[in-house]
């Protein structure tokens, strides 16, 4: 009973533990300094090694003023709740969406991705808002959402690349744009009859509703393109 109950009051992102192998990439050295913004959340271990597994030296910071700072990309993890996120995200919540607006490249996971809107149902706290739009519970009888779906209408160069066409999911919330922001939406999925941006995608600004640190080999090499996007940019800088 305990465990329905839970169910059906949903489960923050990334609180399946579930961990899906991260293939090796070889001879992929990307000499970027990656920073993962720490909500104090939980445990960022299978996302900090996808991303050193392909080259990065990633520097977790607690501080949303220090995280944008000497970096050359941030990665907001999909771990944790809305609120308590927001919460320690608000002191440096201007630096960071000016950051991030100004081009610094930006991967945003699960909770990271709700991060990038304005707010949620959740929980209260305002988002970074560089994309106009609201987190909503999943239109579902299923709730939460755990596990692998399809992702459709791909446009991401960096989706495509990397082949990854089937994600996977831990989450009861998803993002709304509004109706301007739609076309920042760059693959999107279907969960019970409910479909939602899977993917979003504004200048370097990227979020994603998935996990791709748990999404097998593919999610690696998303993660992959995503650095190698980064390090060119620094190098035509």
């Known amino acids: 009973v305990a465990a329905a109950r839970a169910l059906s009051r949903g489960i923050r992102c990334g609180d399946d533990h579930t961990e899906v192998g991260v293939t090796h990439v070889a001879e992929s050295r990307v000499p970027l300094r990656v920073t993962v913004f720490d909500y104090g959340a939980g445990n960022l271990h299978s996302l900090v090694k996808a991303v050193e597994t392909v080259g990065a030296v990633v520097h977790v910071e607690t501080d949303p003023i220090r995280a944008v700072r000497d970096t050359d990309a941030l990665i907001l993890p999909g ?26 490249p930006a991967l945003g996971i699960c909770l990271g991705m709700q991060l990038l809107f304005d707010g ?101 090499a998303f993660v992959r393109e995503f ?11």
């Open 227 to 237: 650095l190698q996007f980064a390090a060119s940019l620094r190098s035509a800088s």
């Open 79 to 104: 771990v944790g709740a809305f609120a308590p996120a927001a919460e320690r995200l608000a002191p440096g919540r201007e630096v960071m969406g000016n950051a991030l607006l100004s081009g610094l």
């Open 120 to 220: 949620s149902d959740e929980g209260p706290g305002r988002g970074i808002g560089v994309l106009d739009g609201r987190v909503t519970k999943l239109h579902a009888t299923q709730i939460p959402q755990i596990g692998w779906n399809r992702l459709d209408d791909i446009t991401d160069p960096l989706l495509v690349a990397s082949r990854l066409s089937m994600a996977y999911y831990a989450n009861s919330f998803v993002c709304r744009p509004v109706a301007d922001h739609l076309p920042f939406v760059s693959a999107w999925s279907e969960h019970d009859g409910d479909r939602f941006p899977a993917s979003v995608r504004r200048g370097n600004i990227i979020g994603t509703q998935f996990h791709p640190e748990k999404s097998s080999a593919p999610g690696v």
